[in-house]
């Protein structure tokens, strides 16, 4: 069996421990081109750039851009004739359908369903809490673990069992590995509908704050079984299989009101 072409990419930098864990695993058994942000580029979403300037890496290329513009130079120009991408590890979850399109790992993978190309987002939900700050944890390869296990897994398995004839791309969230050692099952997963943003004005500043962080560092977590944030938070790895925005469905009300337009 030959070999799949991969392009990796991420949006927290060709330098992030995450992405290294993910190419070093990758690698073992498919041939791995790195086409990722110079810079850490988290929370973009899908913003595009008109020029990316092109550095060569040792794991391939890196860009002056975002996660998107990577898959568009990538799969246009820099490594045209893969057989998938895949984006991450990122370091903390990518969860919940208001996530989806913030994300610069997922948008990455939004991207790649353009050109119709079977693509993989990865990241690693990092529990809060503990005396240690959240964004100093999983700094050793070996914490991406779960996550590079299951990229492997449905990089290996997922086309050929015709996964992606029914969706467009897979949202994958790992937890952490679990400290007996034993591995996390994987649950097939819808994304949460749980939003909890809040803004408040004061002296000429608006300050937006994402309330469901700190929720579940309470231990506040309302969603039901079969979400994304269920799973991950109770240590599975969670697959949400997803199209690629935006769908569109007969609209009866929609069509009365586009009758009676011009009258």
């Known amino acids: 069996m030959s070999r799949p072409a991969i392009l990796l990419t991420n949006d927290d930098g060709i330098e992030s421990v995450g992405f290294q864990a993910l190419y070093d695993a990758l690698s073992e058994f498919a041939d791995v081109t790195a086409v990722a942000p110079k810079t850490d580029q988290s929370a973009v979403g899908r913003k595009m750039s008109s020029d990316a300037v092109v550095v060569e890496h040792e794991l391939g290329y890196a860009l002056e851009g975002t996660p998107a513009d990577c898959t568009v130079a990538g799969l246009e120009a820099l490594c045209p004739d893969v057989d998938m991408v895949v984006s991450g590890v990122n370091k903390g979850a990518n969860i919940g359908a208001y996530v989806l399109g913030r994300s610069g790992t997922v948008s990455a993978a939004v991207e790649a369903a353009f050109f119709d190309v079977p693509a993989i987002a990865l990241s690693m939900y990092v529990p809060p809490g503990g005396d240690v700050p959240w964004h100093?944890?999983?700094?050793?390869?070996?914490?991406?673990?779960?996550?590079?296990?299951?990229?492997?897994?449905?990089?290996?398995?997922?086309?050929?069992?015709?996964?992606?004839?029914?969706?467009?791309?897979?949202?994958?969230?790992?937890?952490?590995?679990?400290?007996?050692?034993?591995?996390?099952?994987?649950?097939?997963?819808?994304?949460?509908?749980?939003?909890d943003m809040t803004a408040e004005y004061e002296n000429g500043t608006v300050r937006l704050h994402d309330r469901v962080w700190e929720r579940m560092q309470s231990g506040d977590i309302p969603d039901p079984e079969g979400t994304d944030r269920r799973a991950v938070v109770d240590g599975h790895v969670s697959v949400s299989p997803l199209t690629a925005p935006h769908t569109t469905h007969h609209h009866e009300a929609l069509d009365a009101l586009a009758e009676t337009y011009i009258d």
């Open 136 to 195: 100093e944890k999983a700094s050793d390869p070996r914490d991406f673990r779960e996550a590079t296990r299951a990229a492997s897994y449905l990089v290996k398995h997922a086309e050929s069992a015709g996964v992606f004839e029914q969706c467009d791309y897979l949202n994958v969230n790992a937890p952490m590995p679990n400290p007996d050692g034993e591995p996390a099952d994987m649950r097939v997963t819808y994304p949460s509908e749980m939003y």
